[in-house]
């Protein structure tokens, strides 16, 4: 497969989300890393994703929205903490996890019954997920268990040959993946460190009194 490298505008944008639609993978820049990602609702263009990456088939696969709002595409039971959360930090860097609603594959979740979900802070995905009226299926844009990319140069060095199309929007921002919070956990745990400083999030917590803790060593 030939992996073409277009630069991340308008016209290209509309060239990535007909190929999401199809089945087929782009990868895309993001407030954080480059993303590989699918059309999320389609079984069958997530299990690239896994192909693609060499990924493990336990290791689920986050979902980015557009807006806040659009949380209640993919997930249920919704808690005023995660309302909370989003309305601070999204767009940005926190990933939370949640309930999956039923219309979210099982090959997302990794057959799990919970949902990674977040908005990034970024044009082109946020442009993507417009064009394509869906949810992306989005994961680093690197082979499992390697250095996740911050340019497309990197992004092809990786999956060139895998995946159908690189949006090339120059080196992300930031650099750093998101940082992870489970709220289907009691209490809220930390599953990963990352952009976001979890002291930020503990604050915004602080008022409801809801303590976290951090994903056991």
């Not at 219309?103 to 442009?127: C, E, I, Q």
Request: charged share 20%.
């Amino acid at each position: 497969m030939e992996t073409k490298v277009l630069s991340a505008e308008k016209e290209a944008i509309g060239v990535a989300a007909r190929i999401l639609a199809e089945g087929g993978l782009v990868a895309f820049p993001t407030d954080t890393v480059y993303g590989v990602g699918a059309h999320a609702l389609q079984p069958d263009a997530v299990e690239r994703i896994y192909t693609a990456k060499i990924r493990p088939r336990d290791k689920a696969i986050p979902i980015l929205l557009a807006k806040p709002d659009d949380l209640v595409l993919v997930a249920e039971g919704i808690t005023e903490t995660a309302w909370l959360l989003a309305e601070r930090f999204w767009p940005g860097g926190l990933t939370l996890v949640l309930p999956k609603k039923a219309n979210v594959p099982d090959v997302v979740s990794a057959g799990g019954p919970t949902v990674a979900v977040r908005v990034p802070d970024h044009p082109v995905p946020l442009a993507l997920i417009a064009a394509l009226g869906a949810p992306l299926a989005a994961t680093s844009a690197n082979l499992s268990g390697h250095p996740s990319p911050v340019t497309a140069q990197e992004v092809k060095a990786e999956l060139g040959g895998r995946i159908e199309l690189i949006l090339d929007g120059g080196q992300c921002p930031g650099g750093i993946p998101s940082t992870v919070l489970d709220l289907s956990a009691d209490p809220p745990t930390v599953l990963r460190a990352g952009a976001i400083n979890v002291e930020e999030i503990k604050a915004a917590l602080a008022e409801q009194r809801i303590e976290i803790c951090y994903l056991p060593d």
